[in-house]
C-alpha cells in the first residue's frame, strides 16, 4: 500500500472519531434546575424539556416559546431532560418537548426522558425540533414518540438554523435565527386554553 492511501485512511479515521466525539458531546444529558417563569399564572401550568446542544440556538427557540406562552397567561416551568426533570405531569396542562436534530434524529436526552415519562395519558403535547437545515425526519421521530407514548400532539414544530425558515421570504444567519425564535413565540401564543 502506498504512503498516499495510508495517509488518506489516517485521514478518514481521524475524521470518522472526531465526528463520533462530537455525536457523543453533543448528545450528553445536561442537568439544570427547574425555572419558573410566571409564577401563579393563570391559564394553565406548562411544562418545557428541551435539550440545549452547543449553540444557543435551541435556548433562544425555546425562550421565545416560553415567552409566548407567558405572554398568555401561563405559568411555566423550564428544565433539560436530565433524571432531576420532573416525571410527573399531573400538575401539568401542556407538556413541550425538543431540542437539537443530531444524526438526523432528535438528540438523545430528550428520545431517554420521554421513555422516563412513560404513558403521557393523552397529556397535550407540543415538540420543537431545531435544525441545521434537515429535521424532518427528527420531527418525524419525535412526534412518533409522543404518538407511542400516549401523548396528544397539538404542535409540531422545526426550525431551523441555517436553512430558511420562510419559504417566500428567506433570510439568512442571524436573521433567520431571529426568525426562529418569533416564529416559535408566534406558535405558543396560538396555543389554546386547557380543557377544564
Known amino acids: 500500500m502506498s504512503v498516499w492511501w495510508i495517509?488518506?485512511?489516517?485521514?478518514?479515521?481521524a475524521l470518522a472519531a472526531w465526528g463520533m466525539w462530537m455525536m457523543i458531546g453533543r448528545n450528553r444529558e445536561v442537568v439544570s434546575e427547574?425555572?419558573?417563569l410566571n409564577?401563579?399564572?393563570?391559564?394553565?401550568?406548562a411544562l418545557v424539556v428541551y435539550h440545549p446542544g452547543k449553540s444557543d440556538?435551541?435556548?433562544?427557540?425555546f425562550a421565545g416559546f416560553a415567552e409566548g406562552l407567558v405572554a398568555?397567561?401561563?405559568?411555566?416551568?423550564?428544565t433539560t431532560p436530565s433524571p432531576q426533570a420532573p416525571a410527573d405531569?399531573?400538575?401539568?396542562?401542556?407538556?413541550v418537548l425538543g431540542g437539537a436534530t443530531y444524526g438526523f434524529q432528535p438528540n438523545r436526552p430528550i428520545r431517554t426522558y420521554v421513555g422516563r415519562l412513560g404513558?403521557?395519558?393523552?397529556?397535550?403535547?407540543?415538540?420543537?425540533?431545531?435544525?441545521?437545515?434537515?429535521?424532518?425526519?427528527?420531527?418525524?421521530?419525535?412526534?412518533?414518540?409522543?404518538?407511542?407514548?400516549?401523548?396528544?400532539l397539538i404542535k409540531a414544530l422545526v426550525l431551523y438554523k441555517a436553512r430558511p425558515n420562510d419559504e417566500d421570504n428567506p433570510v439568512g444567519g442571524k436573521e433567520n435565527q431571529d426568525l426562529a425564535v418569533e416564529m416559535a413565540t408566534?406558535?405558543?401564543?396560538?396555543i389554546g386554553l386547557p380543557a377544564v
Open 7 to 13: 495517509g488518506l485512511i489516517a485521514v478518514f479515521a
Open 57 to 61: 440556538f435551541q435556548r433562544r427557540v
Open 34 to 36: 427547574v425555572t419558573i
Open 119 to 152: 404513558d403521557l395519558g393523552g397529556k397535550p403535547t407540543v415538540t420543537i425540533i431545531t435544525a441545521l437545515g434537515m429535521g424532518e425526519r427528527s420531527t418525524g421521530i419525535m412526534e412518533q414518540l409522543v404518538r407511542q407514548a400516549n401523548g396528544n
Open 186 to 190: 408566534q406558535a405558543a401564543k396560538e
Open 89 to 95: 405531569l399531573a400538575g401539568y396542562d401542556l407538556l
Open 72 to 78: 398568555n397567561g401561563w405559568q411555566v416551568e423550564i
Open 39 to 45: 409564577p401563579g399564572g393563570g391559564t394553565g401550568n
